[in-house]
């Protein structure tokens, strides 16, 4: 099975609950659509568990796109490299202790989209032209990263593939803690095949709702974890 998730912000232990639940396995494939750090306490360890399992495909959101860039301005100057870290290990109060340079190399080399034979991965979302996306090699990466306008339910992208993203919390556009399904036919009660789905909004605002979302790809289902326990489906 192949799922999608974004925007865990430091959540490790309901990122964890959130595997267990859908008895994710070696013959499974997880997408992360960015911003696995801050907010949360455990930003590190989120780094460390997904950087470790090959079947887990991540890309950078805004908060690592910012990260690196910090990065890159501290080694402009650098003569310490030891300090360096130092001063990358302060960005995580609660397990800063825990990054390393392997950790740090990781992150800097993560690309800005994914694309499978099903969807496209983004953070936030991808510039239009004439309703179609323009073309991935020629998106910025702040594109990509910073987006706030891909969001809005009046934007329904015409593409071959489904676009899956993060970035903005459901809850201010829906007022609800859900994912949101656009599907290509409006008349379209529900489906669990994606290519009947123009794009899907995942980021269920876990450090405001307590809601950690994924999406299954393959039947389309929303698999979701509170800080209280399960997460009803509705």
Known sequence: MDYCISDIHGEYGMLCRLLEKINFSKDDRLFVLGDMIDKGRDSVRVLKLLSSMSNVYCI???????FIKYYHS???????YDEVLKKLKACFPYDGDLLDWETVDWLEGLPYYIETE???????GIPLKDNIPVALDEVLPEEFVYDRVFKEDYVLPEADKCIVFGHTPTRFITGKDNCIFYPKNPGLQSNSDI????????????????VLSAVRINDCKEIAITHFGEKIDE
Not at 75 to 80: F, N, P, T
Not at 197 to 203: A, E, G, L, P, T
């Open 118 to 124: 099903d969807f496209i991965g983004v953070h936030a």
């Open 74 to 80: 501290l080694m402009q100057s650098a003569q310490d």
């Open 60 to 66: 950078q959101g805004n908060h690592e796109y910012d």
């Open 195 to 210: 290519k009947d789905f123009c794009k899907i909004h995942i980021d269920s605002g876990v450090y405001l709702s307590g």
